[in-house]
């Protein structure tokens, strides 16, 4: 099986940015499921939810991460498997149906944020963010709230990493760094 980059963790913990880092970094494909679901649905995440529901949203997640799960692409001239790195959404892990599927393919590296920060890099765009205008609570309460009901869900990742003091190229160099020891370590035991 070729290897799978995996990250997740809360928004705006450095994901996307991080995955094309990461990506380019190993001259690997770039998988952003947001941005996927985006341009299969024609709309923005926002949007999905507002005229179709967030359940809506997560079943298209879940699909769309059961079909990274099943692919079997190879490199045209090898015929190795092609690695990737793939960006998942906030909320994937939190469905066990995803942890599940991502757990087969790769590692998995939950980024993670000290609230404030994550507050400070969300900014304006806080009331285009649907998990975070719900309930009509103070931007900051409501990120700490979303971080402890997903807790469990991103310790099942297998290495987690806080992006809040990092720029994007220490956090992937980090996240590469931990992929790799990782990776060896894995393989070690299997053999």
Known sequence: MAPKLILTGFMATGKSVAAKACAEILGWRLIDCDAVIVARAGMPIAEIFRTRGEACFRKLERDLI??????????????????????????????????????????????????????RRIGAAAASRP?????????????AELIEARREAYARAHLALDTSDLTIEETAAAIIDAFGRHGRKSWATSA
């Open 66 to 119: 059961a079909e990274l799960a099943g692919e079997r692409l190879r490199c045209p001239q090898s015929g190795r498997p092609l690695p990737a790195v793939i960006a998942t959404g906030g909320g994937a892990l939190v469905d066990s149906r995803n942890f599940d599927a991502l757990n087969r393919i790769g590692v998995i590296v939950c980024l993670t944020a000290r609230p404030e920060v994550i507050a």
């Open 131 to 143: 998990m975070l205008t719900q309930g009509g609570k103070p931007l900051d309460e409501r990120i």
